[in-house]
């Protein structure tokens, strides 16, 4: 309404006031169904024989290591730190 930016229904600007920039800004919702629709597609061209793999690289802090473990994922390290970071959520 006020032509901001959105991202999960929160305001961007009110965030930025809020918090700061730089900020990262994820939507949980959309990361849960695209992680389910990633699964799903490839369940239906490969029943049981694939499994879906989150790249840390990609971006990797606990909350995202929980949210792909729950999501059924195997995530994907490459480092000391990140296996950490995976370890510890």
């Known amino acids: ?28 919702t959309t990361l849960r169904e695209n992680c389910r629709r990633y699964k799903a597609a490839f369940d239906s061209h490969y029943p049981g024989e694939s499994v879906v793999t989150y790249a840390g690289k990609a971006f990797l802090v606990q909350a995202m290591a929980c949210l ?22």
């Open 1 to 28: 309404d006020r032509g901001h930016l959105e991202i999960g229904g929160c305001d961007t600007v009110e965030l930025a006031k809020t918090f700061g920039t730089p900020l990262y800004v994820m939507d949980e």
């Open 68 to 89: 792909v473990k729950q999501e059924g994922l195997l995530l994907d390290v490459a480092s000391a730190g990140e296996l950490y970071t995976a370890l510890s959520a």
